[in-house]
């Protein structure tokens, strides 16, 4: 089993539709959880970090983390086209600054 | 100043040349990281530095070798590198510590070994 996965993708979704984009990872004792977004060519920015259960909302993104059943999902509502990337989720390790990231998925918008 | 820098944007370089891959940050983030990144795969994290120590190399040939002259600064040399090695090389920086466990990643270096 991998430790960070998510569906490859690619998703496409119109645009102003809402995306939802998961990620489960294997490690129980993983404290800290991240999305990433990175166009083609680009680095990975960070959009959203996540610490505890629940939800955590930052304009049009909400990350969503359930520790039990190690899963962490970002919602981008009203999505456009410049949200068109790849989505990298990733998970620190539970010794020290040592992230896993997921293989991403791959968002389309279609205006 | 929120960003990490990285030098050279591209390089390309021959196998048996020495060179070395650049970054800076002035966030007073306390650790630094290099990742490689192939076409359509994720980051894969090579080393990090916390404090200015080496904390974790994740079994990186010795072709590839970390210097952090102090906690702004991070290098990585180069030498004898083979054409696999070629891939986007990405430098990242966080606070450390408790709650600063948030990665910022520099433009990255485009490296292509011929």
């Known amino acids: 089993q991998k430790e960070v996965e998510q569906n490859s993708g690619p998703l496409s979704v119109p645009e102003g539709a809402i995306a939802s984009l998961n990620c489960t990872y294997s490690d129980r004792g993983s404290q800290s959880f991240f999305w990433y977004r990175q166009y083609s060519g680009k680095s990975p920015e960070l959009i959203m970090s996540i610490y505890s259960n629940g939800d955590k909302e930052d304009g049009r993104f909400t990350a969503q983390l359930n520790k039990a059943s190690q899963y962490v999902s970002l919602l981008i509502r009203d999505s456009q086209p410049s949200d068109s990337a790849t989505y990298l989720c990733a998970v620190n390790r539970n010794y020290g600054q040592n992230f896993v990231f997921g293989p991403g998925t791959r968002l389309s918008v279609l205006p | ?114």
């Open chain 2, 1 to 114: 100043d929120t960003e990490v820098t990285q030098t050279p944007k591209h390089l390309v370089m021959g196998m048996t040349n020495k060179k070395s891959l650049k970054c800076e940050q002035h966030m007073g983030h306390r650790a630094m990281y290099w990742y490689k990144q192939k076409a359509k795969k994720p980051p894969e994290l090579m080393f990090v530095y916390s404090y200015e120590k080496l904390s974790i190399n994740e079994s990186v040939p010795s072709r590839f070798s970390p210097e952090c002259p102090n906690s702004s600064l991070l290098n990585l040399h180069l030498h004898a590198l083979q054409p696999e090695d070629s891939a986007l090389y990405l430098c990242a920086s966080s606070l450390a510590g408790v709650g600063g466990d948030e990665q910022f990643f520099g433009p990255g270096t485009r490296l292509t070994v011929l």
